[in-house]
């Protein structure tokens, strides 16, 4: 075979061999590292649900605990943790939702907002017991709702709003402003637009962030630890609304916490398989999340 | 209204960005039925300029503008309905932007916007605009495809479409043809040939060719201040009034 002239120019070099070798190692890096990644998260889940294996099963969801909780299920905390989570997003989400598209959508940008940016942004980052510690004073006392269920959601409801905030935030900023422009040209007014083209094109992104707030609400201990979260409240077996606003009620972290320290003598499975099932659940919940995004999207493409 | 009578007047219009001036006081007229262009580089003022037409400079927190504008004989500043000012007014932006929605709802949003929600009269604008901006056999079959996925050039024809779709008055162009290739440019500039019968059109563009073979009087701009404003005839001939214009629109000019 004859050496095309035209070929010979793109001859492999030692710069180019150099090139490649330096090509192939940033990959393995990346890879190496998201390997590393995946494996400790596929360890814990396969250890907690080897261990927890003899105790898994449906009666241990819908069963109350029995004999000072060293066997039966976990209904009340279950339930406890669904009743806490779902009134914090009530409270939480809409708040957060409609205070971010104010802010992001007619807020101008002066000191003020600017003031409540930083505030945002930084309540984002107080830690749990911190929000739990304000609830205790918030809420149990100043507002008098004693240790209840009403205080921990709201406890709770504090503590994920920053953070739906600043998500929601980001998901609008995504939406490009030519739109809005667009639309502002054709005599649409702001509410208009957010409705007809900003919101259609960011709910996904909204959606994520309230979502991801669920796992972090079912998952905290400290605020409803201090404010309405007990170790062991009697309920009827498969009831899905124990609790009343002003009652205490069991939650899956804390009974997580109270199975594994505190109660001696406890079947060695249940604590793990207590943290089954909330792992379970806030897995059900991100999946629901991501079928509903795809859903979304789906939609939006006609 | 006669053609030829003014539709827009323009009297000692400043605007400054956050404490930096862009427009410098500048006064002109509009008359009804021409094609009036702005000429001038980058940077000269000329979207800003547009976008106190429709008073959209409103949303720029930064601006602040004095001087009057005209439409009609009524200050914009005064009036009650903003909405209803904006819809007298057409725009399409340099980059054509479709927004997410189907094609028959970008046409349709502007109507929805100011109230109407009959089927029949949305079909109606629909089908009219879109034929006025040069895209219905194109599209008349996939109305329910989203807009964003057209082409450039079909997407900035979709844009004429929803500027026209509030039944304007007046049509700005603000480099319309930035995006897009020579063909559909050939092809919108017969769609604004066609609609000058109707409305007045105001065209911003950085191609002093186009403005030469569009419009009836031009304006070159230059860093905020007005070059010159006459003819386009008088502009583009060998003996503008200023020696600057000569120079621009022949590219003379840095």
Same mark, same amino acid.
């Not at chain 1, 649409?188 to 972090?216: D, F, K």
């Not at chain 2, 005209?70 to 309905?81: F, H, N, P, Q």
């Not at chain 2, 066609?194 to 030469?212: C, G, S």
């Given at each position: ?23 192939? =190692? ?20 396969? &250890?907690?649900? *080897? ?6 099963? #449906? ?50 940008? %002066? #000191? ?5 940016? =930083? ?10 017991? *911190?929000? /739990? ?7 149990? &006392? ?7 269920? =009403? ?19 980001? /998901?609008? /900023? ?9 639309? #502002? ?24 962030? *309230? ?6 609400? /079912?998952?905290?201990?400290? !605020? ?21 606003? %002003? ?16 109660? !001696? ?38 | 209204? $006669? ?40 940077? $000269?003022?000329?979207? $800003? ?43 399409? @932006? ?38 006025? @901006? ?42 319309? $043809? ?77």
């Amino acid at each position: 075979m004859s050496l095309d002239p035209a070929a010979a120019r793109f001859t492999r070099t030692a710069n180019v061999a150099r090139k490649e070798r330096a090509e192939s =190692l940033a990959r393995a890096i990346f890879m190496l590292m998201s390997v590393a990644m995946i494996i400790p998260l596929v360890a814990i889940v396969t &250890y907690l649900l *080897v261990r927890a294996a003899p105790s898994l099963s #449906w009666e241990f969801l819908v069963d109350v605990p029995r004999k000072g909780m060293r066997e039966g299920g976990i209904w009340p905390a279950f339930v406890g943790t669904l009743n806490l989570v779902g009134l914090s997003l009530a409270v939480s989400a809409p708040i957060g939702v409609l205070a971010a598209i104010y802010l992001h959508e007619y807020a101008k940008d %002066n #000191w003020f907002n600017r003031v409540i940016n =930083l505030a945002v942004i930084n309540l984002a980052g107080v830690p749990s017991i *911190v929000h /739990a510690l304000f609830g205790l004073g918030a809420f149990v &006392y100043a507002a008098k709702f004693g240790y209840s269920v =009403l205080a921990a959601s709201l406890t709770l409801a504090i503590m994920t709003l920053p953070v739906i905030i600043a998500s929601t935030r980001e /998901a609008l /900023a995504s939406v490009p402003m030519a739109f809005r422009a667009a639309c #502002w040209n054709v005599g649409a007014s702001r509410w208009q637009t957010i409705r007809g083209v900003v919101l259609p094109n960011s709910i996904s992104g909204i959606l994520t962030g *309230v979502i991801l707030q669920v796992s972090r609400a /079912a998952g905290e201990t400290a !605020p409803i630890m201090f404010t309405g979260a007990v170790f062991y409240k009697a309920v009827k077996r498969g009831d899905l609304f124990p609790f009343g606003l %002003n009652d205490q009620c069991m939650a899956l972290s804390m009974h997580l916490y109270t199975v594994s320290t505190q109660v !001696p003598n406890v079947r060695e499975s249940i604590p793990y398989a207590t943290a089954i099932v909330l792992l379970g659940s806030v897995l059900m919940v991100n999946a629901t999340a991501i079928a509903l995004r795809v859903w979304l999207r789906h939609r939006k493409r006609w | 209204m $006669s053609p030829g009578s003014k539709t827009i007047e323009v009297e000692e219009l400043r605007l400054a960005y956050a404490g930096r001036e862009v427009l410098h006081g500048i006064s002109f007229d509009i008359h009804r039925n021409e094609i009036f262009g702005i000429i001038g580089p980058a940077q $000269s003022g000329k979207s $800003s300029l547009l976008s106190c037409f429709n008073r959209t400079i409103d949303f720029n927190t930064d601006a602040a503008v004095s001087g009057t504008i005209r439409l009609d004989g009524e200050d914009i500043r005064r009036v009650r309905d903003v909405y209803g000012l904006r819809r007298k007014i057409g725009m399409v @932006a340099p980059l054509p932007v479709g927004l997410p929605l189907s094609i028959y709802d970008n046409v349709a949003f502007a109507p929805r916007s100011s109230g109407l929600k009959s089927k029949a009269a949305l079909d109606a604008i629909v089908e009219r605009c879109l034929r006025q @901006a040069a895209l219905w056999d194109e599209v008349k079959d996939r109305l329910k495809h989203l807009g964003t996925a057209l082409s450039g050039g079909q997407q900035q024809r979709l844009t004429i479409a929803r500027a026209l779709s509030h039944e304007p008055e007046i049509l700005c162009l603000d480099e319309f $043809s930035i995006a897009i290739d020579p063909v559909t440019t050939m092809r919108i500039e017969d769609v604004l040939k066609e609609l000058r019968q109707h409305i007045t059109i105001v065209l911003v563009t950085n191609l002093v060719q186009q403005a030469r073979r569009l419009t009836d009087r031009t304006m070159f701009l230059w860093e905020g201040n007005i070059v010159e404003l006459d003819t386009t005839e008088v502009i583009f001939s060998e003996t503008p009034a200023e020696r600057r214009t000569y120079e621009y629109v022949r590219g003379i000019f840095g």
